[in-house]
C-alpha cells in the first residue's frame, strides 16, 4: 500500500467520523429541544415485565438490561437451530435433486419451487395458525415413548440437569478437545493414504476413534458430573419439567428452515454439479458406493463453492428471525423495540442497540464462514 492510498484511507476515516458525530450532535440537539431524555440509564431500570422463554433466570423485578440479555439469546437460540435444520434439509433437498431417480428428483425440485416462492411469513403464520393451533390441549397430547408429549401449548421433551459437577464436565470438554486434536494431528502425519476398499472399509481410519473419543467424553460427562433426566410431568395446569418448545418457537424454525433449505438446496446442488464428471467415474470405476462417493470425493471439493453463497443464506436467516415479532416469540425485536419501547419511550437509543447487535452476530458469522472458506481453500503453487 503506498503513501497516498494510506492518506487517502484516512481521510476517508476522518470524513466518516465526522459525519458520524455530526449526526449524533444533531439528534442529541433535537431530543433535548423536545425534553426526551437521551441518556441510557433505563437499562439499569426494573423490567415490570414477564417473558415467556428463558435461558436464564428472569423475573419482572430484573432489569430492562437482562430483559435484553433474555430476548437476545432466544434470537441466538431460534437462528442456530434454524440454520442446522435449513441446512440438513437443505442438504437432503440438493442431493436429491441430483438423483438419478426420476421421482425422487422430481419431488426434491417441486419442493423448492413451491416453498422458495411462498414468503417465509406467510410460511410462519401457517405452521402457527394452522397447524400447532389446532393440535390437542394438554389432556389429549400426543405421546412419544411416554416421555415426549406435543399439544397446543408447546413440545415438551425430556432434559439432562446438572445440580453439582460443573468442573467436571468443563474438565471433560477440554480433554475431548485435546484428544481430538492429537488423534487429528496422528492422520495428518500418517505417512501413507489409506486405500478405500468398495465396501468402505479403511476410509480415514482414525475419523471412527474420534467419534469414540467424543461418546466417550459424553458418557464421562453424564456419569462424573451426576446428570439427572428430568422427564415431563403432566400436573393440573399442564406439563412441567424437562425442555418445552413454545408453539412460537416451533413455527419459526419450521418456517425458516424449510423457506431457507430451498436456497441451500440449490446451492448445494450447483456446487455439486460444478465438478468435472470424472471425479464421480473415477470414483464409480474403483467401485465406491454412491454414499462413500459423495460424502469422501464429491462433498469436499464442492464445499468450496457452496461455502460464499451459503454465507449470505445464513445472514438472510438471521435477519429474518426478525419476524418472530408477528407472533410474539420474545426475541430482541418483539422485547427490546416493542415492549421496552413502550415502556420507557427511548427509541432512538433502542433501534441504534437493537441494530448494532444484528450487525455485530451477522459480522462474526460473515467472519466465521470466510474464514472456513479460506481454511479449505486450495492453494495454487506457482
Excluded at 425440485?109 to 403464520?125: C, G, M, V
Excluded at 501413507?192 to 466417550?216: E, K
Aim: charged fraction near 10%.
Amino acid at each position: 500500500m503506498t503513501k497516498r492510498e494510506i492518506v487517502y484511507q484516512v481521510a476517508l476515516l476522518f470524513i466518516i467520523g465526522a459525519v458520524v458525530y455530526l449526526i449524533a450532535v444533531a439528534t442529541q440537539g433535537n431530543l433535548a429541544r423536545l425534553g426526551v431524555d437521551s441518556s441510557i440509564d433505563f437499562l439499569w431500570k426494573r423490567a415490570g415485565f414477564e417473558i415467556a422463554q428463558t435461558l436464564i433466570p428472569y423475573d419482572a423485578n430484573s432489569t430492562i438490561a437482562r430483559a435484553f440479555v433474555v430476548a437476545l439469546l432466544n434470537t441466538l437460540l431460534l437462528a442456530t437451530v434454524s440454520i442446522i435444520c435449513a441446512s440438513i434439509l437443505g442438504l437432503i433437498i440438493g442431493i436429491a435433486r441430483l438423483s438419478g431417480n426420476w421421482l425422487v428428483s422430481r419431488l426434491a425440485t417441486a419442493y423448492i419451487e413451491i416453498f422458495r416462492n411462498i414468503p417465509s411469513l406467510l410460511q410462519i403464520f401457517f405452521w402457527y395458525f394452522v397447524v400447532l393451533r389446532t393440535l390437542p390441549r394438554s389432556d389429549e397430547s400426543i405421546e412419544l415413548f411416554n416421555c415426549i408429549f406435543l399439544n397446543n401449548r408447546g413440545l415438551f421433551v425430556p432434559a439432562v440437569s446438572f445440580e453439582q459437577g460443573w468442573p467436571w464436565i468443563v474438565a471433560a470438554l477440554l480433554a475431548a478437545w485435546a484428544m481430538v486434536y492429537f488423534l487429528r494431528g496422528q492422520e495428518r502425519r500418517a505417512a501413507a493414504p489409506t486405500r478405500v476398499r468398495p465396501d468402505g472399509a479403511g476410509a480415514n481410519p482414525l475419523a471412527s476413534w474420534n467419534l469414540l473419543v467424543l461418546a466417550g467424553i459424553a458418557g464421562a460427562i453424564v456419569l462424573l458430573a451426576g446428570a439427572q433426566f428430568e422427564v415431563p410431568r403432566e400436573t393440573r395446569f399442564g406439563y412441567r419439567g424437562g425442555i418445552v418448545m413454545m408453539p412460537e418457537f416451533l413455527s419459526l424454525v419450521v418456517g425458516l428452515s424449510m423457506y431457507n433449505a430451498t436456497y441451500i438446496g440449490e446451492i448445494v446442488r450447483s456446487g455439486f454439479t460444478s465438478l468435472p464428471r470424472g471425479q464421480t467415474e473415477a470414483a464409480d470405476s474403483l467401485g465406491l458406493p454412491r454414499y462413500l462417493t459423495i460424502r469422501l470425493v464429491l462433498f469436499p471439493q464442492a464445499l468450496r463453492v457452496i461455502i460464499p453463497p451459503l454465507t449470505t443464506v445464513y445472514l438472510n436467516l438471521f435477519k429474518s428471525t426478525s419476524l418472530a415479532a408477528a407472533i410474539a416469540y420474545p426475541e430482541v425485536v418483539s422485547v427490546f423495540v416493542g415492549t421496552v419501547n413502550n415502556l420507557v419511550g427511548q427509541p432512538v437509543f433502542i433501534m441504534a442497540i437493537t441494530m448494532a447487535v444484528y450487525v455485530f452476530v451477522s459480522l462474526c458469522i460473515a467472519l466465521f464462514l470466510n474464514w472456513y472458506n479460506r481454511k479449505i481453500a486450495l492453494t495454487v503453487v506457482t
